[in-house]
């Protein structure tokens, strides 16, 4: 939302995204996936690492990953090796994997945690009835890249998003996958959100024989 010319309280008053980068967010190359875990892990911050190789492994949007409650990601003592979750954006359904790495990190928060099945995976600090607030995860996000020297303005909540579908994106060229991975109702938007370029297209082309 834009300042009115004709509010005269608004003279003056810088622009929303005065001095800030705006845009996609970049996604988390593998080396710095891996430095944020050894940072996470030396401080021995258990909900932070299972939080991240959740957003990492979910794709899912900050404001339906900070909302999962504990009874999506277990079956009896095990964590699960694919959940699902109803999207808050779109009220689609969208699976993800849980790789050995996130069921070992969800395990280790989850028994220090404790709770039941209805209880949210990632309680908030201000009322352990209610969940992380998605404020509070950008903040977290916000921490573990600074703390492996990557400028906070160029990455952020969407880059955990990101990450792993840009990854596999780039190892198959498969754009249906990653739609479907993302749930996208449209692949034009999964064009959008990739950065899918001709580039891209030509160079997929040009490693293609027939």
């Not at 998003?161 to 993302?182: D, E, H, M, P, V």
């Amino acid at each position: 939302m834009g300042i009115s010319q004709y509010d005269p309280a608004a003279a003056g008053r810088p622009a929303w995204n005065a001095g800030k980068q705006v845009g996609a967010k970049r996604a988390l190359k593998i080396k710095q996936v891996w430095s944020i875990r050894f940072f996470l892990d030396r401080e021995r911050r258990l909900r932070d690492r299972a939080l991240f190789d959740l957003a990492l492994d979910s794709k899912l949007r900050g404001c339906d990953l900070v909302k999962i409650k504990i009874g999506t990601l277990v079956a009896g003592s095990s964590i699960r090796s694919r959940s699902m979750v109803v999207q808050q954006k779109t009220g689609r359904p969208v699976q993800f994997e849980i790789t050995a790495d996130a069921r070992a990190s969800l395990l280790a928060w989850l028994e220090r945690r404790g709770g039941t099945i209805d209880d949210f995976a990632f309680p908030s600090r201000v009322n352990p009835a209610g969940h992380l607030s998605t404020r509070q995860y950008a903040r977290l996000v916000d921490e573990w890249v600074i703390a492996i020297g990557l400028p906070p303005e160029e990455f952020g909540t969407h880059s955990l998003r990101r990450t792993k579908a840009s990854i596999i994106y780039k190892a198959t060229g498969n754009l249906r996958a990653i739609q479907i991975l993302l749930g996208h109702s449209k692949i034009e938007n999964t064009v959008r959100y990739l950065g899918v370029d001709i580039d891209d297209a030509l160079s997929l082309s040009e490693a293609t024989e027939i």
